[in-house]
């Protein structure tokens, strides 16, 4: 990323003036400004419309402590980004400006992190993925993902605020789910849609309380921003009907828990490399290396799409979580779940899932982790092994040897290490950032050293 000069400040000042005239005519006073922390969780501050320009040409004042927060909000003072010293600016994204329909007289904008000289801060998330995409599309490939997400919704407990009390306990995927919750459900889509939100489709999932919902594709800083804006959305709507949800990986222990699973495709020339090709199950020869690339560093990249010592209480066997390193058609117990769609539209729906992540991650660096994945299997032709059909758990452990079918990680401790390890991932984030979000994992792991798992999800349910 550029630094911001004189001519971009005056470019940003003006389109944020006309940003700001707009939103003033639809009663809207506030734009929360918002960031995504190393520990996955949404950091915001705010300004009065009128200041919108002003923020836009020169940013809000941030510190630079907020790399080293850990989940329960205490820091890691040991690290550099630890201390009182020093300051950010955050600079709102005039392109991305949203009426947030859930909090009527208020406005989003995701941020950009900037030094006070004007050059990219360089352990910004979503200015690492703006940079990631660019080269990409440098190599001639645009790549569209979606996240799903998984929630689930307590009515609160006026004796014990904390404790969970699902809002439903009608069966799994069933319309009596819908049928209790059907005011609120409503108004989770209608205030996603007036916010400019693409809902393709939403349903009761399998856990008491569990509901999930489906966006469009689009690029990955899209569709990380999108993130941000459902999350919060979901809260508030939420809020509003006397209800709590929470996205933590791990609800109850013991439950199936909530992923953030990313579904993704690589595209060039107008064309989805991800099906019509010679690779194996039909996927396309760039699809497949890119699918590899991920398979081949997704011990490393459960660092960032399970960055929480709660997402390890969710990655079980036989829970479609997708606990073995391996891939498959349309198996929901593979890590990778090659997805074709139906007859006659497979050439434009067909994709991946990763079934593995979850909502505690920061979902520009899941994505940035995933494209540098992809882009090192595009670049050395990595293909992919044999696919798994059914469960892998079922099988024999020497067969699972045999076929290169290892266990990922079972623990934050085993996925830092081997990110750490991983030469590509911490090329593509540079030192500052690499070292940051390992520094703040292991934090987490001390955090929790001695908890049980109860305790765990206790601590957690309610930061996520």
Same mark, same amino acid.
């Given at each position: 990323?550029?630094?911001?000069?004189?001519?971009?400040?005056?470019?940003?000042?003006?389109?944020?003036?006309?940003?700001?005239?707009?939103?003033?005519?639809?009663?809207?006073?506030?734009?929360?400004?918002?960031?995504?922390?190393?520990?996955?969780?949404?950091?915001?501050?705010?300004?009065?419309?009128?200041?919108?320009?002003?923020?836009?040409?020169?940013?809000?004042?941030?510190?630079?402590?907020?790399?080293?927060?850990?989940?329960?909000?205490?820091?890691?003072?040991?690290?550099?980004?630890?201390?009182?010293?020093?300051?950010?600016?955050?600079?709102?994204?005039?392109?991305?400006?949203?009426?947030?329909?859930?909090?009527?007289?208020?406005?989003?904008?995701?941020?950009?992190?900037?030094?006070?000289?004007?050059?990219?801060?360089?352990?910004?998330?979503?200015?690492?993925?703006?940079?990631?995409?660019?080269?990409?599309?440098?190599?001639?490939?645009?790549?569209?993902?979606?996240?799903?997400?998984?929630?689930?919704?307590?009515?609160?407990?006026?004796?014990?605020?904390?404790?969970?009390?699902?809002?439903?306990? *009608?069966?799994?995927?069933?319309?009596?789910?819908?049928?209790? &919750? /059907?005011?609120?459900?409503?108004? !989770? =889509? @209608?205030? %996603? +849609?007036?916010?400019?939100?693409?809902?393709?489709?939403?349903?009761?999932?399998?856990?008491?309380?569990?509901?999930?919902?489906?966006?469009?594709?689009?690029?990955?800083?899209?569709?990380?921003?999108?993130?941000?804006?459902?999350?919060?959305?979901?809260?508030?709507?939420?809020?509003?009907?006397?209800?709590?949800?929470?996205?933590?990986?791990?609800?109850?222990?013991?439950?199936?828990?909530?992923?953030?699973?990313?579904?993704?495709?690589?595209?060039?020339?107008?064309?989805?490399?991800?099906?019509?090709?010679?690779?194996?199950?039909?996927?396309?020869?760039?699809?497949?290396?890119? *699918?590899?690339?991920?398979?081949?560093?997704?011990?490393?990249? &459960? /660092?960032?799409?399970?960055?929480? !010592? =709660? @997402?390890? %209480? +969710?990655?079980?066997?036989?829970?479609?979580?997708?606990?073995?390193?391996?891939?498959?058609?349309?198996?929901?117990?593979?890590?990778?779940?090659?997805?074709?769609?139906?007859?006659?539209?497979?050439?434009?729906?067909?994709?991946?899932?990763?079934?593995?992540?979850?909502?505690?991650?920061?979902?520009?660096?899941?994505?940035?982790?995933?494209?540098?994945?992809?882009?090192?299997?595009?670049?050395?032709?990595?293909?992919?092994?044999?696919?798994?059909?059914?469960?892998?758990?079922?099988?024999?452990?020497?067969?699972?040897?045999?076929?290169?079918?290892?266990?990922?990680?079972?623990?934050?401790?085993?996925?830092?290490?081997?990110?750490?390890?991983?030469?590509?991932?911490?090329?593509?984030?540079?030192?500052?950032?690499?070292?940051?979000?390992?520094?703040?994992?292991?934090?987490?792991?001390?955090?929790?050293?001695?908890?049980?798992?109860?305790?765990?999800?206790?601590?957690?349910?309610?930061?996520?």
């Amino acid at each position: 990323m550029d630094p911001l000069t004189e001519e971009l400040r005056r470019d940003r000042s003006d389109r944020a003036s006309s940003v700001a005239a707009t939103l003033r005519a639809r009663d809207i006073d506030v734009v929360a400004v918002t960031w995504v922390d190393t520990s996955g969780i949404v950091r915001m501050k705010a300004v009065p419309v009128e200041r919108f320009s002003h923020a836009a040409a020169w940013g809000i004042g941030a510190s630079p402590v907020f790399d080293a927060f850990l989940v329960d909000d205490s820091i890691l003072t040991e690290h550099v980004a630890g201390g009182p010293t020093g300051d950010l600016r955050l600079y709102p994204d005039v392109e991305r400006v949203t009426a947030f329909a859930a909090l009527p007289g208020w406005a989003w904008a995701p941020a950009d992190r900037y030094t006070q000289n004007g050059t990219p801060h360089p352990r910004d998330p979503r200015l690492l993925l703006r940079r990631l995409v660019g080269e990409l599309a440098d190599d001639g490939y645009e790549l569209r993902t979606a996240i799903e997400f998984e929630w689930t919704v307590s009515r609160p407990d006026p004796l014990d605020p904390d404790a969970f009390r699902p809002a439903t306990s *009608a069966p799994a995927y069933g319309m009596a789910r819908v049928s209790e &919750l /059907a005011p609120y459900l409503r108004e !989770v =889509v @209608s205030r %996603l +849609r007036d916010s400019g939100i693409a809902v393709e489709q939403i349903h009761p999932e399998y856990e008491v309380g569990q509901f999930e919902l489906s966006v469009a594709a689009s690029n990955p800083v899209d569709t990380a921003d999108t993130a941000v804006l459902v999350r919060e959305t979901i809260r508030a709507v939420s809020g509003a009907h006397g209800l709590r949800a929470t996205f933590s990986p791990m609800v109850v222990p013991g439950d199936v828990g909530n992923g953030g699973h990313v579904h993704l495709s690589l595209w060039r020339e107008g064309m989805n490399r991800m099906y019509g090709g010679p690779g194996p199950s039909g996927i396309g020869r760039e699809g497949e290396n890119f *699918a590899a690339g991920i398979l081949d560093h997704l011990p490393a990249l &459960l /660092a960032l799409g399970c960055p929480a !010592v =709660v @997402s390890y %209480l +969710r990655l079980r066997p036989s829970c479609w979580a997708g606990v073995f390193r391996c891939w498959g058609l349309e198996n929901r117990e593979a890590a990778l779940r090659y997805v074709t769609g139906s007859e006659g539209e497979r050439e434009h729906a067909a994709n991946i899932e990763i079934k593995t992540f979850d909502a505690a991650a920061n979902p520009y660096l899941a994505s940035a982790g995933l494209l540098a994945a992809g882009r090192a299997g595009l670049r050395t032709g990595a293909t992919l092994p044999e696919p798994v059909a059914g469960d892998p758990a079922r099988l024999d452990s020497g067969i699972r040897a045999a076929r290169g079918i290892t266990p990922l990680p079972t623990t934050l401790a085993e996925a830092v290490a081997a990110f750490d390890s991983d030469d590509v991932l911490c090329a593509a984030f540079g030192d500052e950032l690499a070292d940051t979000i390992s520094s703040v994992r292991r934090g987490e792991i001390a955090l929790f050293a001695d908890a049980t798992p109860e305790q765990i999800a206790d601590a957690s349910r309610w930061r996520y």
